[in-house]
């Protein structure tokens, strides 16, 4: 029998990045189907006022948690605080670039709170919720990253070490956990209309940095819900809407798991 969305993965979700933008959309969608929400993030009057809607609109529980996930001790805090809740999804959306510079133009204590935010914090929150999921057999982890995972850019590098830092984490939990009832989705996006975004590319003195045409937060959140299934990864825009999805970069990337997995295995073992 096929489970509901809530009984496949309730009865709590964390939203880590979830007082606005993409994050705020996951939790709006989660609660529509009737799941509690966790929602983390810095700012605390966004979170109070997103708690007071979604339990307004819907019959869900919600926890705001204001917390500095790029901080040292961030996972283990917000582990604590989740406490005994059944957390049957995770989010991780939080993690853009603040700085958004060339390398040495940033300090090291910067980039080491943006290595903390993408990749320690994640890990470590991954470790915690995927493994209660995997004693239960049952739920799902959406990494929220990007294109930039793919490969260097200039003016990203921190940036794009700590979402190949997650991407290939994400492939790999897929990998080990798919045969036990838990997803895994990275979801690599490209430009999305989010107030970081705008208020960087406002920032950075873009042309038409506030009415340029971007995808929308709720599109991609949908999306990723829908796809949660099909990992480990979801390129967008390349992997939507193909008539034949096995064309697609995300199913190279799942081909290529599954083969490098299979050639280990030789060496480091099946188990
Ligand atoms: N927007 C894009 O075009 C784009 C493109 C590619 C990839 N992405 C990825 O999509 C995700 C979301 O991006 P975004 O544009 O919405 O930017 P973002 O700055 O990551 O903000 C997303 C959410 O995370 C929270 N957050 C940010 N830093 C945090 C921290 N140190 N501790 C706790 N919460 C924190 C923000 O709320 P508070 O400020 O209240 O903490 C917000 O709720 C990121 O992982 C980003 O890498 C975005």
Not at 25 to 44: D, M, P, S
């Amino acid at each position: 029998m096929k489970l509901s969305f809530k009984h496949r993965y309730g009865p709590w979700a964390v939203i880590a990045g979830a007082s606005h933008g993409m994050g705020a959309a996951f939790a709006e969608l989660l609660a529509e189907r009737g799941v509690n929400c966790v929602l983390v993030a810095r700012r605390t009057e966004a979170l109070e006022k997103l708690k007071a809607e979604l339990t307004a609109r819907h019959a869900v529980e919600v926890l705001w948690v204001s917390q500095d996930l790029s901080r040292p001790g961030a996972a283990q805090k917000l582990i604590a605080t989740v406490g005994a809740r059944e957390v049957g999804l995770f989010v991780y959306n939080a993690g853009g670039d603040p700085f958004i510079t060339r390398f040495l133009d940033s300090s090291r204590a910067d980039w080491a709170s943006l290595l903390r935010l993408n990749a320690l914090t994640l890990m470590e929150c991954a470790h915690a919720f995927g493994g209660a999921m995997l004693g239960r057999r049952r739920g799902g982890l959406i990494l929220v990253g990007s294109q930039a995972a793919l490969g260097g850019i200039r003016k990203l590098a921190v940036y794009s070490a700590t979402k190949g830092f997650a991407m290939n984490l994400g492939e790999s939990l897929w990998a080990e956990w798919r045969d036990h009832g838990v997803d895994v989705l990275n979801l690599l996006i490209g430009t999305v209309d989010t107030p970081t975004m705008r208020e960087a590319m406002v920032k950075l003195k873009i042309p038409d940095a506030l009415n340029m045409p971007l995808p929308k937060a709720e599109d991609i959140a949908r999306l990723a819900l829908a796809e949660l299934g099909n990992g480990p990864t979801l390129i967008h825009p390349e992997d939507v809407g193909l008539t034949d999805p096995q064309r697609g970069p995300g199913f190279a990337r799942r081909k290529q798991v599954i083969g490098k997995s299979a050639e280990a295995a030789v060496f480091i073992g099946n188990d």
